[in-house]
């Protein structure tokens, strides 16, 4: 079954520093995300792309957020400047355009973000 | 804005006993009801799902409900078991394709 991948599973970082988190999205899916789950809380949309642009964000993705599709297959999220509150799990996902099933959401297992 | 709340945090119950977790929305756009099963340190992993043209679905000891009309929707799981024990998600999906996740339901299930 085709799985969506994220690079590094475990990222420590220095607070100020940028991190790039890296997906492989399903190879014909269309759509991509980013989530961030804080341990112990729920699942927090961040933002979703499409057609090479940012199609929606939420408050939480500032300008210290940006993402990328830099060639096609890689999905990346950067930070510009880490907090201690980015500290997270951070989960992409992509799906396709179709309809069924489960408009083929797919989630990848996550990279651990720590912040220090 | 759009909103997903789910109740309890906390559920424990007896192996065999039936558990149910609800949950109600506020964009009435929304058209699609995933939940997700989520262990420690693992992404969520898709469980069961409701189109909004539907008002249940069944997968053996799984079953969701969805009331329109009322924006919410239950997950019931019949004769549990302790490895059903985990943290439990609803999430909406609006037009747009994100998804909305509710607080999550801690689920113990004692044997």
């Known amino acids: 079954e085709p799985e969506v991948t994220q690079t590094p599973s475990h990222q420590v970082t220095q607070m100020g520093q940028e991190v790039i988190l890296r997906c492989v999205p399903i190879?014909?899916?269309?759509?991509f995300y980013w989530y961030r789950q804080i341990l112990g809380q729920k699942v927090e949309f961040l933002v979703s792309?499409?057609?090479?642009?940012?199609?929606?964000k939420s408050e939480i993705f500032d300008d210290q957020f940006s993402v990328e599709r830099p060639d096609g297959s890689n999905f990346t999220l950067k930070i510009r400047s880490t907090k201690l509150e980015d500290s997270a799990m951070y989960f992409c996902?992509?799906?396709?355009?179709?309809?069924?099933?489960?408009?083929?959401?797919?989630f990848g297992s996550g990279t651990r973000l720590t912040v220090v | 804005g759009e909103n997903v709340e789910q109740h309890p945090s906390t559920l424990s119950v007896q192996e065999g006993d039936s558990a149910v977790i609800k949950c109600t929305y506020s964009?009435?756009?929304?058209?699609?009801f995933p939940w997700y099963k989520q262990e420690l340190g693992k992404r969520p992993q898709l469980i069961i799902d409701?189109?909004?043209?539907?008002g249940e679905k069944k997968d053996q000891r799984i079953a969701v409900t969805l009331n329109k009309t009322a924006k919410h929707f239950s997950l019931h799981i019949t004769e549990t078991q302790p490895e059903d024990s985990a943290v439990y998600f609803c999430?909406?999906?609006?037009?747009?394709?994100?998804?909305?996740f509710g607080q999550g339901t801690e689920l113990s299930v004692k044997p």
């Open positions: 996902a992509s799906r396709d355009g179709q309809a069924a099933p489960n408009y083929g959401y797919t």
């Open positions: 190879s014909n899916h269309l759509y």
């Open positions: 792309f499409y057609n090479n642009e940012i199609s929606e």
């Open positions: 964009d009435s756009a929304s058209n699609y």
């Open positions: 409701i189109r909004s043209n539907v």
């Open positions: 999430a909406a999906k609006n037009q747009g394709g994100k998804l909305i």
